[in-house]
């Protein structure tokens, strides 16, 4: 079972704003960096964000990322039908000595 | 061009083991630490294990402690994750990663097993 939590869905016309949030604990994000990947369904998960708020090469800047205390944060500005996917947010647990991920984000472009 | 390609899945019975294996090119394998992580149908993303560039050091997620094992063979490029006593709740897609700091930045293609009777 994952021990960050993220919203289900989220949605939004092509153009506006989407925030997905991730709530974890003191033991992950609270003293660990933030990673978030994107996964269109059929394929392999493609780091989106890493280090809370630094984006890989290649990636838009349309995506942002960012941390406070116990949760981080991920918004998606002008939303594109590309952007249909999976999210998922990671962090270190030092008290499970592991990676965890969160329980993911279906987002929708309507 | 780093590629990761996972190989080794396929349909085991129950108790059963199998070993999948990881190729990798495109980079200094042996420099990078790499994790398993997999994803059961229809559903999100769990860490499996970790290992470090070195072999050093070793991590497991609980629920595959003690039947699971990962390694690699540096000289060879390649990642292994030898599965034993395999339960049906193990049936997943099964995907090598790269690893920077502590992140994985870059995903083979994964590899599917199935445990069924």
């Known amino acids: 079972q994952s021990v960050l939590t993220q919203p289900p869905s989220a949605s939004g016309t092509p153009g506006q704003r989407v925030t997905i949030s991730c709530s974890g604990s003191?033991?992950?994000?609270?003293?660990?960096?933030v990673n978030w990947y994107q996964q269109v369904p059929g394929t392999a998960p493609k780091l989106l964000i890493y280090?809370?708020?630094q984006r890989p090469s290649g990636v838009p800047d349309r995506f942002s990322g960012s941390k406070s205390g116990t949760s981080a944060s991920l918004a998606i500005s002008g939303l594109q039908s590309e952007d249909e996917a999976d999210y998922y947010c990671?962090?270190?647990?030092?008290?499970?000595?592991?990676?965890?991920f969160g329980t993911g984000t279906k987002v929708t472009v309507l | 061009e780093v590629q990761l390609v996972e190989s080794g899945g396929g349909l085991v019975t129950p108790g059963g083991s199998l070993r999948l294996s990881c190729a990798a090119s495109?980079?200094?394998?042996?420099?990078?630490?790499m994790k398993w992580v997999r994803q059961a149908p229809g559903k999100g993303l769990e860490w499996v294990s970790s290992i470090s560039s070195s072999s050093k050091n070793i991590f497991y997620a609980d629920s595959v402690k003690g039947r699971f094992t990962i390694s690699r063979d540096n000289a060879k490029n390649s990642l292994y994750l030898q599965m034993n006593t395999l339960r049906v709740e193990d049936t997943a897609v099964y995907y090598c990663a790269r690893v920077i700091g502590d992140y994985p930045d870059y995903w083979g293609q994964g590899t599917l097993v199935t445990v069924s009777s």
């Open positions: 003191s033991s992950n994000i609270g003293r660990n960096t």
């Open positions: 990671a962090a270190w647990d030092d008290s499970l000595n592991g990676y965890v």
């Open positions: 280090t809370n708020n």
């Open positions: 495109g980079f200094t394998f042996s420099s990078y630490s």
